[in-house]
């Protein structure tokens, strides 16, 4: 029987597939009770949330701090 392949090509290689999102759909859905989403919506939301982690880290990292605080939002 011949010994099958890991799925994904191994530790340590950048994958071409795009990152996994950091939102939920379906719970961007449910907060929004009193509109519809509409699908583009999505993707402008994981934007602003990736920039604003972004900018916290810069924030926290200029404070000489690897721990992101509620003050760095």
């Known amino acids: 029987m011949a010994k099958r392949s890991k799925a994904g ?3 340590g ?3 071409s597939a795009p990152e ?5 759909k379906s719970r961007v ?9 509409g699908s583009e919506f999505y993707g402008a939301l994981e934007g602003a ?3 604003l982690i972004a900018r916290a880290e810069g924030r926290a990292l200029g404070n000489k ?3 992101l605080r ?4």
């Not at 859905?29 to 989403?37: L, P, S």
């Not at 509620?70 to 939002?73: E, G, L, Q």
């Open 20 to 24: 996994a999102m950091i939102i939920s």
């Open 65 to 67: 701090r690897k721990t």
């Open 29 to 37: 859905k449910a907060a929004a009770t009193k509109c519809n989403v």
């Open 49 to 51: 949330v990736r920039d």
């Open 9 to 11: 090509g191994g530790a």
């Open 70 to 73: 509620a003050a760095d939002v």
């Open 13 to 15: 290689r950048k994958s």
